[in-house]
Antibody, heavy 120, light 112 residues
Framework: EVRLVESGGGLVEAGGSLRLSCSAS????????LSWVRQAPGKGLEWVSY????????YYADSVKGRFTISRDNAKKSLYLQMNNLRAEDTALYYC?????????????WGQGTLVTVFS | QSVLTQPPSVSGAPGQRVTISCTGS?????????VHWYQQFPGTAPKLLIY???NRPSGVPDRFSGSKSATSAYLAITGLQAEDEADYYC????????????FGTGTKVTVL
């Protein structure tokens, strides 16, 4: 069974930092592209960042570029999101998302999310 | 602010057909990028409903179908059921934004 389990969320003051983790199981982690997607309370989905299966290719949404860093450790089957200089508008539920090549890179599995709350 | 626009809400009676539009531009849907659709119930993670414009993952009922034309994509639900009441999001890619995946604004489907 494919599982994605996020952790690391919490309450942080504006300007602070958090590191989110996503632990994967049930599939060959190193074969898959991954993304972070967030959802502010009562709002829609917003793509945040993407990393290729090898970690060679990385993309960021303009809203987080220069502040967030995505990374992965294939040996540990883990995905990370280092979030620095956090702003109130970064408050959201952050999902770890697996992209399936055979489904045109659609997200076929999502974690349950970890909540980040930024206060000022 | 999303580059893919969806109607905030659509509604229909049980058994009816409803269609959700996802309007983009020449840098995303119109550029030939694939469109995916997700269904989300309150308090839960999204679920993949349609991938690659018109393909259903295993287990998704065939009353859900997707299509694409020019700079728009569409999700149709035929034979609407009470259990279809949820939020729906389209997703594609945009070549004017660095490697970006982009989501639609989301549509709330209400079964009357």
């Amino acid at each position: 069974e494919v599982r994605l389990v996020e952790s690391g969320g919490g309450l942080v003051e504006a300007g602070g930092s958090l590191r989110l983790s996503c632990s994967a199981s049930g599939f060959t982690f190193s074969n898959y592209e991954l993304s972070w997607v967030r959802q502010a309370p009562g709002k829609g989905l917003e793509w945040v960042s993407y990393i290729s299966h090898s970690g060679d290719t990385i993309y960021y949404a303009d809203s987080v570029k220069g502040r967030f860093t995505i990374s992965r450790d294939n040996a540990k089957k883990s995905l990370y999101l280092q979030m620095n200089n956090l702003r109130a508008e970064d408050t959201a539920l952050y999902y770890c998302a697996r992209e399936e090549q055979l489904k045109w890179l659609a997200v076929d599995y999502w974690g349950q999310g970890t909540l980040v709350t930024v206060f000022s | 602010q999303s580059v893919l626009t969806q109607p905030p809400s659509v509604s229909g009676a049980p058994g009816q057909r409803v269609t959700i539009s996802c309007t983009g531009s020449s840098s995303n849907i119109g550029a030939g990028f694939d469109v995916h659709w997700y269904q989300q119930f309150p308090g839960t993670a999204p679920k993949l409903l349609i991938y690659g414009n018109n393909n259903r993952p295993s287990g998704v009922p065939d009353r859900f179908s997707g299509s694409k034309s020019a700079t728009s994509a569409y999700l149709a639900i035929t034979g609407l059921q009470a259990e279809d009441e949820a939020d729906y999001y389209c997703q594609s890619y945009d070549n004017s934004l660095s490697g970006s995946r982009v989501f639609g604004t989301g549509t709330k489907v209400t079964v009357l």
